[in-house]
């Protein structure tokens, strides 16, 4: 697995990472609220799915090893 970090349009730097089949089409995998990439942990583990496909697992905004920004218009869908 290696760790990828993205900037957002306004300047947030959203983590993530990678593992898997680089050449296999990729999955993306996106957690729910108050979780982060480890939540699918047991995927990136699987041999059969990481040997078929490129694994991507991101930390939303706000969490995980993401950027918090402080303040509500930082996560408003209209702004990002």
Known sequence: MRSIAV???DGTT???VEGGNSAGPSILFIHGLMQCHLAWRRQFADPALAGAFRLIA???RGHGSSDKPVGKEHYRL???
């Open 78 to 80: 209209d702004k990002l």
């Open 58 to 60: 991101m930390d939303l």
């Open 7 to 9: 900037k957002s349009p």
């Open 14 to 16: 959203m983590a993530a």
